[in-house]
């Protein structure tokens, strides 16, 4: 079931509340390493989750835009709601992530940081890979979301960036956090998940394109000939001439 624009409000409202809780007005700190850590742990968890989300996003993607997909498995009613879904939780988690970190004094992002590549403080160019990869969903999320507004079937061609996106958030992860070794399995995991099944999608695809030999002509080695296109309507009324 697809997400109202309520639903959304309300999920982003909760994710306020998160940000609320993460900075001592609700439950404070009972050391100031751990007042000081707060937000950087509620930025981490939440980029944590926002990457797996993303994961989940792109391969549920893959799957429904698989040519098998059209033929046999006919999964799209299933999994396309889940996948629309996907994308909003993904933008909460990351509005929570970014956020936490423009907050953390000592993370050394900003705002600038956080919108702006190159600005961060903080290894800034790993902070600017992942402000690459938070517009990228943006422009992949938004044009399929919102596909009246662009040129027919132009999303489609918009939407292959979510890749892309894939890549710059899973190169964000391991370079920005100092815990690359503790996470180290996750990433090997999800990355070859990702690219094995982007593999098989478009190995299937290329194997169901037309070879050039079976465009040729039977037998002579000329490719066969293209059908005369259909005259016009109004070339059709026409007399020819006497």
Do not use: C
Not at 162 to 180: E, K, M, N, P, R
């Amino acid at each position: 079931m697809r997400l109202s624009g309520r639903a959304f409000v309300v999920l982003i409202a909760l994710a306020g509340l998160a940000i609320v809780a993460s900075t001592d007005q609700i439950i404070p700190a009972t050391t100031q390493y751990g007042a000081q850590m707060r937000l950087w742990l509620a930025a981490r968890a939440t980029g944590i989750t926002t990457y797996l989300l993303l994961t989940a996003l792109v391969t549920l993607g893959l799957v429904l835009s698989h040519p098998v997909n059209q033929s046999t498995w006919k999964l799209s009613k299933r999994l396309f709601p889940w996948h629309e879904n996907l994308f909003l939780f993904t933008i909460a988690f990351l509005v929570v992530h970014v956020i936490s970190l423009v907050l953390d004094p000592y993370a050394g992002v900003g705002i600038g940081g956080a919108l702006i590549p190159g600005l961060s403080e903080y290894r800034s160019v790993p902070v600017a890979i992942g402000v690459l990869a938070l517009y990228a969903l943006l422009l992949t999320g938004l044009t399929a979301r919102y596909t009246r507004l662009i040129p027919k079937a132009g999303w489609l061609k918009i939407h292959r960036v979510s890749l892309v996106t894939f890549v710059l958030a899973w190169v964000h992860g391991i370079t920005t956090g100092t815990d690359y070794d503790l996470l180290r399995p996750l990433y090997v995991l999800t990355g070859l998940a990702v690219i094995a099944a982007a593999a098989y999608r478009y190995w299937v695809g290329r194997q169901r394109r037309p070879s050039f030999s079976a465009r040729q002509g039977p037998g002579d080695g000329t490719p066969s000939p293209r059908p005369a296109p259909l005259a016009s309507h109004r070339g059709n009324q026409e007399e020819a001439p006497s």
